[in-house]
């Protein structure tokens, strides 16, 4: 079991408004999200008591720690504002430990702390992107409607404040709790998108894919991308279904860990599946029975699958990763779900009879070029802007820049394999020859190899 590191978050409210971060899209953790400010307790955070009646009962360490980010993150000094009565109270209002899942956990203690006046606030810019002072009613709005990317403790404080703003007790709903033998993980990052992380066979270090819920009351409900790895979590995301109204299955591409037992899945309820034309041919071509018995529903370019706060979700295509991998998004591109182009988690192959490294990065250039304001990968979290795909792209390039000058020194692929993959896990290798060959035909193309 992995370590549960403890952390500490602090909700500052100054009148009926509530200070709020976006997160800087480089981050590790979270990636251009709104959040509270904070962070872990560190070691040297002192254990000695504290002088302050309002901090009576609460342990100094997890104070020292809160009191320390809060001046490294925003200049400002809790225990300073506490000595000039600027602070009318403080109250730990609950804590949220992330999921089992996670292989980092934090066991995060949520802080109301009132203030008299706001502070004079210089954020961190190596953390913070921006910061504001917003009336909780207004950020519980703009969250409502998918305008904002946070993690479901901070939509939940966002609308207990907003609820009931004198309210200083526990805040009810922080706690992330799912029973793995019997349930599926849900979380919804954006209002509207409902993210499954189905155990699946995909490869490692992931674990899990995405499906997603779409679709707005009254609108026809789309799963995307059902693909429970076994028997068992085909049964616990049954469970799960049976629970829901779904009127179609949805599939980005080909690969079994995006559609494995999609086909149980759609028998049992009766629905038809959507799909790329290239999609269904493959399909169909390594596992002949798969749609005996389903309605099938070829989708292209420019289709609409359905209805996202009251806009079009829109179909793309972007091949490369996989000839027929098709993208989601809705009229405001404030999201886009990309599927296999890029990962949370891991690396994305390019290669085989269905990968082209040329089409992969035009697709990687595409998403860019839209600017959606979120990017959610079929495997991982939902990501702030394109930062992670302009990295992608970025990286990409630097490889294919080294597979030219070991290819100038006579490498053979096998042997630009260390070079280029330090450390790799042996049993990621032939996936890594795999992009090495991929690049090397795409640079053949373009006549910049022999």
């Not at 089992?100 to 210089?122: A, D, G, K």
């Not at 189905?198 to 609108?219: C, K, M």
């Not at 494995?260 to 999609?279: C, F, N, Q």
């Not at 290669?351 to 304001?373: A, C, T």
Request: glycine share 8%; with cysteine.
């Amino acid at each position: 079991m992995s370590r549960i590191i403890d952390a500490v978050t602090a909700i500052l409210l100054h009148g009926p408004d509530m200070f709020i971060t976006r997160r800087q899209v480089h981050m590790p953790a979270f990636p251009g999200y709104w959040a509270f400010p904070g962070g872990k307790v560190d070691k040297t955070d002192g254990e000695e008591p504290l002088p302050y009646p309002l901090l009576q009962g609460h342990d100094p360490k997890k104070m020292r720690a809160l009191d320390r980010e809060l001046r490294e993150e925003l200049e400002f000094d809790l225990f300073a504002a506490m000595d000039r009565g600027e602070v009318i109270s403080f109250h730990e209002v609950g804590e949220a430990t992330t999921p089992s899942i996670v292989p980092v956990r934090f066991r995060t203690h949520f802080y109301r702390i009132e203030l008299s006046q706001r502070p004079q606030i210089n954020a961190h810019l190596g953390e913070t992107a921006e910061w504001a002072w917003t009336p909780a009613q207004t950020l519980r709005e703009k969250m409502a409607k998918g305008r904002l990317l946070a993690a479901p403790p901070t939509r939940i404080a966002v609308e207990h404040v907003a609820e009931r703003p004198q309210d200083t007790g526990n805040i009810h709903g922080f706690e992330f709790r799912f029973n793995p033998d019997m349930e599926i993980p849900w979380m919804e990052p954006i209002a509207g998108i409902n993210m499954f992380a189905v155990q699946s066979n995909t490869i490692p270090p992931a674990d899990r894919t995405n499906a997603f819920l779409l679709g707005d009351e009254g609108s026809r409900r789309i799963l995307v991308d059902p693909s429970p790895g076994s028997r068992e979590e085909l049964a616990r995301l049954d469970t799960l279904i049976d629970t829901l109204k779904i009127d179609e299955l949805f599939l980005t591409h080909h690969h079994p860990d995006h559609r494995e037992y999609a086909d149980v899945i759609a028998r049992r309820l009766r629905i038809p599946m959507g799909m790329s034309e290239d999609t269904h041919a493959r399909i169909s071509k390594r596992k002949p029975a798969f749609f005996e018995g389903v309605e099938v529903k070829i989708y292209r370019e420019g289709d609409v699958l359905t209805q996202w706060q009251g806009e079009n979700i829109n179909i793309y295509a972007v091949p490369g990763h996989d000839e027929g991998q098709l993208a989601l998004m809705p009229d405001s591109r404030m999201w886009c779900i990309v599927s296999d182009l890029i990962q949370g988690v891991g690396t994305v192959v390019v290669g085989g009879p269905e990968g082209n490294m040329r089409k992969y990065f035009d697709s990687l250039q595409r998403v860019i070029d839209w600017n959606p304001d979120v990017i959610i990968p079929s495997h991982g979290i939902a990501l702030g802007t394109t930062y992670r795909i302009q990295e992608t792209l970025k990286h990409r390039k630097v490889r294919e820049e080294q597979i030219v000058t070991l290819h100038a020194d006579g490498k053979t692929p096998q042997e630009m394999l260390p070079v280029i993959y330090v450390g790799l896990d042996p049993r990621l290798a032939p996936l890594a020859l795999v992009n090495i060959n991929s690049h090397l035909q795409k640079l053949r193309e373009e006549g910049r190899v022999s």
